[in-house]
């Protein structure tokens, strides 16, 4: 992510989209185990991904993993000389106008803002995940500190 920007660019925002589509080939029918994922990108160019488990080896609760997975994006934040871009995502879901859908979200810091994806998603007729329409976007303050109970559910993560 750009450093000291509080709007993403456009690189940024293929960045947040190219680990949408990534993380949407890894959701199976009826997986709501999915742990969160952090997609880097070094200052080289050069990216890879980690999956992050507030718990021990099985995994820790939806709640836990989250938690775990946006500290591990925070410090991320505080290695510019090593990090160019890192987003967290994780499968979520979204309800908007009374309809709960299910979407792959994706976090981007920036100073003092978390930026937020969330791609609508179904399951298609050969068991994989099928991305509809445009991401939804939003932007809100960020403080650093660990996120509100409004986010977390305890099979998924609303946004």
Known sequence: ????????????REFALEGIRCFSR???????????????????GAECVVVVSGG???GGTAEENL?????????????????????????????LDG??????????LGPGVTHTFAQQYIIGRDGKADLIGE???RMEPHSGSSPSEEHTTASQQNI
């Open 1 to 12: 992510m750009t450093p000291n920007s509080f709007t993403l660019t456009d690189e940024d």
């Open 67 to 95: 938690a775990a997975a946006r500290e591990f994006l925070e410090q991320l934040q505080n290695q510019p000389d090593i990090v160019k871009k890192a987003a967290l995502l994780y499968d979520a879901y979204l309800t």
């Open 56 to 58: 021990d080896m099985e």
């Open 135 to 137: 991401p939804f976007y």
């Open 26 to 44: 890894l959701i199976e029918p009826g997986d709501i185990t999915l742990l969160p994922e952090v997609f880097i990108q070094n200052v080289l």
């Open 99 to 108: 309809k709960k859908m299910s979407v792959i979200a994706v976090e981007m």
